[in-house]
């Protein structure tokens, strides 16, 4: 048994040293095939990262009656956090310092600063500004707030008027979610068929050889072993030629490249992740590069 | 130890079926050496296939050592091929292994031991004179050594039956006669020997069993044969 997987191992290596034309083919497509996988994975983050940084600009805010008193507005606060879970936070901003914001805002604008001389006493009502995990949350949120046990403390609520934004905001996200999921789908099948389609063909090259094998009484893993480890070795060589062309471009374009992906850190999220990128590109390029050439040798091993 | 009984074998692959062979039946004892003669296309070469379970015959049972190789299982048609040597016509080696690793090959299947192999191999590639080429590919060797090591393969295991289909055909005479005389030698050691062949002069020297085939048909099967196409 240690001796045959010996032999196995032994023909892996002389049938990848020995094939250099068909393994550098086997090799480049499989690279591609890695290197597309990793791609959709950093495509992926950066698409999170868009979505999560517009989610973050989104919040709606509740004014409460002139009359409401902080305790009750604190109250509302509090359970607001207790409300499903869904709300990330909840700032509260007291009259003053709404004005005291809206005169920081618009220092050096004397207009506005006479405008509000003019007016007298404090124009602001308190309120509350509210972020929620999701965008989808927001409608619920308002939902509560103005029919809810709170409902005549409160004198509006902004959601109202920014829901069309919100809306368009939530079915872009979730479009782009779809989109990046369908277009991982196709090119990760389209790959898994080109790969498979180039290790037939390099199989195709080895039929005789492996019929003469069968007729001598090699049983099917003698056989199929030595491809096997080719396989591995292909899938190794892949991930690692990936990694080394994803590394160094990274390093190089990383400055340039956070310019124009909004101050998105491609090479920290890839050093990030690395190990679980590494994981799934090792599974990929193994999983692909054995199931391929075990598919293609057991065509001819009928016989 | 062999016996072909009422093997007939129909051939679909062209427009029209193809009868190589058509109810033939004989028998081959342990220890025998039998020669099958005909002419190019007489079924020579199925035969030494159906024997090998190569193809399966569309009619009629082949038994080897009692058992029905129609009904053996994988790992049977396995140990079966293990147990024959086979001399194909159009030699059947291993492109990417060089002269010295397809004679291991033999030995490394049937899970003989490195020791084992680097005592045989030499030995068997002395033997049929292959030993100054044992690191060449097939691909560099010529017809006559091509035959060469394909009977080197066949003999390196020692099996209990050895098939040789036209193992002469690339071979000038004197080295056709040291492939004879090597079968004869193997053969004295009590080893089944079956020659396919249409060589005329190895039938007569021989002066052993010979079936005689004829558009898939036997004709003629003598003791004592003699070449009579």
């Given amino acids: 048994m240690l001796t045959n997987l010996k032999r196995i191992f032994r023909f892996g290596w002389q049938g990848f040293t020995r094939n250099k034309g068909l393994g550098f083919q086997v090799i480049f497509i499989m690279t591609v095939a890695v290197f597309l996988i990793t791609f959709l994975f950093l495509f992926q983050g950066l698409s999170d990262f868009l979505i999560t940084q517009a989610q973050k600009k989104v919040d709606i805010s509740v004014y409460f009656h002139r009359e409401t008193p902080e305790e009750e507005i604190l109250e509302v606060e509090k359970e607001l956090y207790k409300f499903s879970g869904e709300v990330e936070s909840v700032d509260y901003v007291s009259k003053e310092k709404a004005q005291e914001l809206f005169i920081q805002k618009h220092q050096g604008e004397p207009l506005y600063l006479q405008a509000l001389k003019e007016v007298g006493e404090n124009p602001f009502l308190a309120s509350l500004n509210i972020k929620a995990k999701n965008p989808t949350q927001y409608a619920q949120i308002s939902e509560f707030l103005t029919h809810g046990p709170f409902k005549n403390l409160i004198q509006k609520v902004s959601y109202y008027e920014n829901k069309k934004v919100i809306d368009r905001l939530f079915a872009l996200t979730s479009n782009i979610k779809t989109g990046t999921i369908i277009l991982s789908l196709i090119l990760a099948g389209l790959v898994i068929l080109i790969t498979f389609n180039t290790i037939k063909l390099t199989i195709l090259s080895s039929k005789e050889e492996i019929s003469t094998m069968r007729l001598v009484g090699a049983s099917s893993w003698f056989i199929r072993g030595p491809f096997l480890i080719q396989s591995i070795i292909y899938g190794v060589l892949a991930v690692f030629i990936t990694n080394l062309i994803f590394g160094v471009s990274l390093n190089f374009l990383n400055p340039k490249l956070q310019i124009w992906l909004l101050d998105f850190n491609l090479l920290t999220f890839f050093q990030e992740n690395f190990p679980f990128l590494l994981s799934v590109q090792f599974v990929f390029a193994l999983g692909l590069g054995i199931a391929s050439f075990f598919l293609a040798v057991r065509k001819y091993l009928e016989v | 130890m062999i016996k072909f009984q009422n093997i007939s074998k129909i051939y679909h692959s062209s427009k029209t079926p193809v009868v190589a062979l058509k109810d033939v039946s004989f028998e081959i004892k342990q220890g025998e050496f039998v020669s099958i003669v005909g002419k190019s296309g007489a079924g020579k070469t199925t035969l030494v296939k159906l024997l090998i379970s190569e193809e399966k015959p569309s009619r009629g049972e082949i038994f080897f050592k009692g058992k029905k190789i129609g009904e053996m299982c994988p790992a049977d048609i396995q140990y079966l091929r293990k147990r024959i040597g086979v001399v194909h016509q159009d030699y059947k080696l291993l492109t990417s292994k060089n002269v010295k690793e397809n004679v291991e090959y033999i030995m490394q299947v049937i899970g003989a031991s490195d020791k084992d192999i ?44 050895i098939v040789a289909d036209e193992p002469t055909g690339n071979l000038d005479l004197y080295n056709t006669f040291e492939i004879i005389n090597l079968l004869k030698k193997i053969h004295g050691l009590g080893t089944t020997i079956i020659l396919a062949t249409h060589n005329r002069e190895i039938i007569e020297r021989l002066g052993h069993r010979v079936i005689t085939l004829e558009k898939g048909k036997i004709i003629r099967d003598d003791q004592e044969g003699k070449f009579i196409l």
Wanted: glycine fraction near 6%; hydrophobic fraction near 40%; avoid cysteine.
């Fill in chain 2, 118 to 161: 680097s005592r045989d191999v030499p030995q068997v590639l002395e033997m049929v004179g292959l030993l100054d080429r044992q690191t060449n590919f097939p691909e560099e060797l010529s017809g006559g050594e091509k035959q060469r090591l394909a009977i080197a393969r066949a003999l390196i295991h020692r099996p209990e039956v």
